[in-house]
């Protein structure tokens, strides 16, 4: 599509709130699940989503396409050496463009409008390519993720940065063996406010270890949830009969160590000793977390594994 088209058709960034599950094609996966949550009433941390044709316009307007096409065309991706330098010239190529300004303020007016309630925000920039979850092809997890992103440039640099994650070495690479044309898959890059988590943990709506379809089991830690992915601490574990939301069962852990966010940075400190061995997260937070995962399996109609985080009382759902 040329620019004149894409400039007056297409709306360059959205808030989560204004896209859904139909919208996969402008702001990939990723991007409309968190605004299917939201519209839904799961408390999903706010954002906004700078949609595909944002980058899809950029291409254009730096005339980037012909240049990239060169670039990969022909390439063979077996070759480790070429495709390390195709990968890496390319990304420069992105990296070193120019956002067109009517991209740019827009991203800038988006975060600031995130700044005045919370402050010049802790943002994540992560990226949700728009070809995501196809039945014939998966493309999760090859785009990058930035977290603790803060200020204006920042933003902007770090969305730069998720585009040009759309051609690394391992993406180039699947693309060419499953016969993707590189120019037809998009990235979106939804932005959005860090959770300074005092507590976080992971929920699954059905127990993972028995298949019991009626128990959502529940694991809460004091700090990020990522000392719990990295098995460095023992989770309290919850479960839960599911329809009558009734807590069946508890396994309080001693929590000494926990993961912290200091200014941007992540660090391990000590957990104050006369909350090591408490119940991590009260009965009725255990509860309403069991109602949230509830009200997600039946909106998908298939079994959720939920992350989810608390900061000064609230609970929010991050994935």
């Keep these: 599509p040329d620019q004149l088209i894409l400039k007056t ?13 139909h919208d996969i094609s402008s702001v990939g996966g990723k991007g409309a699940n968190l605004g299917e949550m939201t519209r839904i009433g799961i408390p999903v941390p706010q954002g906004f989503i700078v ?5 899809y316009y950029f291409l254009e307007s730096n005339r980037l396409k012909p240049i ?5 065309d022909q390439l063979d991706v077996a070759d480790s050496k070429l495709l390390e330098k195709a990968s890496t010239d390319t990304q420069k190529l992105i990296e070193h463009s120019a956002i067109p300004k009517e991209i740019s303020q827009e991203i800038i007016h988006h975060y600031q409008t995130m700044g005045k309630l919370f402050h010049d925000s802790y943002v994540a920039v992560r990226s ?5 979850d196809l039945p014939t092809a998966s493309f999760a997890g090859q785009q990058e993720t930035f977290l603790n992103v803060k200020g204006e440039a920042s933003v902007i640099h770090h969305v730069r940065k998720c585009w040009a994650s759309l051609f690394t070495q391992r993406a180039i690479f699947y693309r060419v063996e499953n016969k993707f044309d590189h120019m037809k898959v998009g990235i979106a890059v939804p932005v959005q406010k860090m959770v300074q988590s005092e507590m976080s943990g992971i929920m699954f709506t059905i127990n993972p270890v028995t298949s019991e379809k009626n128990i959502t089991v529940i694991e809460a830690t004091y700090g990020l949830g ?5 098995g460095a601490v ?10 009558l939301i009734k807590i069946t069962q508890k396994k309080i852990s001693k929590q000494e160590k926990m993961m912290d966010l200091r200014s941007g940075k992540t ?9 090591q061995s408490l119940q991590k997260i009260s009965d009725e937070q255990i509860m309403a977390l069991a109602k949230i995962g509830k009200t997600l399996e039946r909106h998908y109609y298939f079994p959720q594994d939920i992350e989810w985080a608390i900061e000064k009382d609230r609970i929010y759902i991050t994935q």
């Design 9 to 21: 058709m297409v709306r360059f960034v959205l808030n989560f709130k204004d896209v859904d599950k």
């Design 226 to 230: 990522e000392m719990i992915v990295q």
């Design 68 to 72: 990239i096409t060169k670039l990969l």
């Design 234 to 243: 023992t989770p309290d574990h919850y479960e839960v009969d599911k329809q």
């Design 51 to 55: 949609t595909a044709y944002s980058y």
């Design 128 to 132: 949700s390519a728009t070809a995501e």
């Design 267 to 275: 660090i391990i400190r000590n957990v104050k000793h006369e909350l």
